[in-house]
């Protein structure tokens, strides 16, 4: 079993940046593809960001680029979204995702771990 952690949400105003981390835990010596997804009211979940491996470049959705950065973290497993100017349309619950092969990076149906989520608002 993977157990997977994020953590960093909470209430800005439009304009404002936020840091978001996820690690997650599993087999010793493992490592996974991991992915940052959101989920509004309403919604359904929607792919936001990951780094493809082995490569390590990023992949972002249309809507975040250039106001998002995914990056590493030196400890195996995790992974960071720093969101700068953000807007009230980025108001969701952020998931992280862990998978050892999803077959479509952007499907959230290809991850079987996730973690619990956390809560993103942004006023206007």
């Known amino acids: 079993q993977v157990h997977v952690v994020e953590s960093g949400g909470g209430l800005v105003q439009a304009g404002d940046s936020l840091r978001l981390s996820c690690a997650a835990s599993?087999?010793?010596?493992?490592?996974?593809?991991m992915a940052w997804f959101r989920q509004a009211p309403g919604k359904e979940r929607e792919f936001v960001a990951t780094?493809?491996?082995?490569?390590?470049?990023?992949r972002y959705a249309p809507s975040v680029k250039d106001r998002f950065t995914i990056s590493r973290g030196n400890v195996r497993n995790t992974i960071y979204l720093q969101m700068n100017d953000l807007k009230p349309e980025d108001t969701a619950v952020y998931y992280c995702?862990?998978?050892?092969?999803?077959?479509?990076?952007?499907?959230?149906?290809?991850?079987?771990?996730w973690g619990q989520g956390t809560q993103v608002t942004v006023s206007s």
């Open positions: 780094i493809i491996r082995p490569s390590g470049s990023p």
């Open positions: 599993g087999r010793a010596g493992s490592s996974y593809f």
């Open positions: 995702a862990a998978d050892e092969r999803p077959y479509e990076y952007y499907n959230r149906n290809s991850y079987d771990f």
